[in-house]
């Protein structure tokens, strides 16, 4: 559970959100030059100048998060990340926490699946400040042992009430059923009794051999001077110690064969939540400008294909999507929705069947150009400040993709046909046959129709996630 300093904006690392440029002409994305510094301890530094407001933002990267977690202890390496800005250098967390607010800025930790990250914005006569948190907060962290055994207390009674809201944790259990022991398996906040494992030496292990200088992607953009900056950046950073650990290494998750049904007794709930799953595309993956395309038409946006079949046309929802998430080494689809127990069944059926019609058809003509039109119409809006920046060049420097990933996205969205929407989502959707269904509501209600899906996996949404699905096929 990411906590936050000064009134932090939320960082999402997973989302990787977008960019700051110039919007020169329709089909051009122009970025200000970027220094592009790699440091002999392996630290890498990307500074980007922009003086139209004197504000500086940046976005660490440290590579690790959830997929280093040890069996039994998921949730270690976001609560590492968290405790970061705990006590670091000679401030305490109170003493860190009014430095940055006493001058206005932001600043905070926390985990994601692949990765460790930090980020902030201060106004640019601060950078010295700056600098120097962040440097104490990496490179000297004090992990006092009053504030472990505060954080983690407050973890998991974050981990147990957010499941007092079905909505919050379905896809989760979908997730963390689907993907089995594979590392992208590893929820990044862990459960209440993952977390309650986690000592305070398992944090400073964890800092030691997985957060380094050879880890480190940082990003800066904003009112300063690039020569300056980064003069400023190897002093504070160049003599920082590589992990001591190696990178966690992770293979292809499997596709999913077959139907495999997991119930998740909540026997409170007058709802139905619902999950259907199956491996993905990786973050790099070839197709992904295509895959773009293809799943804000079919379940992206408020338009697309399943939220128009379930709750446009048929009412059965407030809301339906899909999600892909993409990761170094594959991904996954999630197909989610709720509704009314007692229309549970007639969803599932529904949201079936648009994944069958969408893999028989792909997009017609309209429907495509309209896609393409959407994205290109949004990219803009994601790429205006220097927040956004600092983080979208972390995140594809994180993932090796170059500028041409931020510069020619619009034209390479703009030329995706029919044809290749066709053949990726063939490729990359699941056949209805072929998927893990999650299902969140009251058991007894549900059993039997869940049944007729495939063979089914129960367990109680009052106990850990973890602990209730160990030993599940």
């Known amino acids: 559970m990411s906590g936050l300093v000064g009134g932090w904006r939320a960082v ?4 990787l959100v977008g960019a700051a440029v110039s919007h020169a002409a329709a089909q051009e994305i122009v970025l200000p030059t970027i220094r592009d510094v790699t440091l002999p301890n392996g630290a890498r530094l990307l500074l980007a100048e922009r003086h139209d407001v004197p504000l500086i933002s940046y976005t660490a990267y440290l590579r690790g998060g959830a997929v280093s977690d040890p069996p039994g202890k998921e949730g270690l390496a976001s609560l590492t990340a968290e405790m970061l800005r705990k006590g670091a250098g000679t401030w305490s967390a109170r003493a860190l926490a009014e430095a940055v607010d006493g001058v206005g800025g932001t600043f905070g930790t926390g985990g994601a699946q692949e990765a460790c990250y930090a980020a902030g914005e201060f106004l640019s006569r601060d950078q010295e400040l700056m600098i120097e948190t962040l440097r104490a907060v990496l490179c000297e962290p004090t992990f006092p042992d009053s504030e472990f055994t505060k954080l983690r207390a407050q973890t998991i009674e974050a981990l147990t009430a957010r499941k007092q809201d079905p909505g919050n944790v379905y896809r989760l259990y979908g997730a963390a059923f689907f993907f089995g022991d594979h590392p992208y398996g590893r929820p990044v906040d862990g459960d209440e009794g993952s977390v309650a494992a986690i000592t305070r030496d398992d944090v400073v292990r964890c800092y030691r051999e ?8 940082l990003s800066v953009v904003g009112d300063f001077s690039a020569k300056t900056m980064e003069r400023r950046l190897r002093a504070a950073f160049g003599g920082w110690r590589r992990a001591e650990g190696a990178i966690p290494a992770i293979g292809e998750p499997e596709r ?10 909540a026997p409170e709930a ?6 259907l799953l199956n491996a993905g595309a990786s973050r790099t993956d070839p197709d992904r400008d295509v895959l773009d395309v293809a799943n804000t038409a079919f379940g992206g946006r408020y338009t697309s294909m399943l939220n128009t079949a379930l709750r446009i046309k048929s009412g059965l929802t407030y809301g339906a999507s899909c999600r892909l998430s993409s990761y170094w080494r594959g991904g996954s689809i999630s197909i989610g929705s709720f509704t009314q127990t007692e229309s549970a069944k007639r969803a599932i059926d529904l949201a079936l069947e648009t994944l069958q019609g969408f893999r028989e058809a792909g997009l017609d003509s309209a429907t495509l150009a309209s896609s393409r039109n959407y994205l290109n119409g949004q990219f803009p809006t994601d790429l205006e400040t220097a927040g956004q920046l600092a983080g979208r060049l972390a995140s594809d ?14 034209a390479r969205i703009a030329a995706v046909d029919g044809e290749a929407v066709r053949r990726v989502v063939r490729r990359v959707y699941p056949q209805v046959d072929d998927l893990d269904i999650a299902i969140v509501g009251n058991a007894d209600a549900l059993r039997a129709m869940a049944a007729e899906y495939g ?9 850990p996630m973890l602990e209730a699905l160990r030993g599940s096929p």
Not at 455 to 463: A, Y
């Open 210 to 217: 997985q957060i380094g200088a050879d880890r480190l992607t």
């Open 12 to 15: 999402a690392c997973a989302a």
């Open 455 to 463: 063979p089914v996996t129960e367990i109680k949404l009052s106990t």
């Open 270 to 275: 007058t709802q139905a939540y619902f999950a």
């Open 256 to 265: 999913r064969t077959g139907r495999r049904v997991l119930l998740v007794d």
């Open 397 to 410: 420097a994180f993932f090796g993709l170059g500028r041409d990933e931020i510069t020619g996205y619009p």
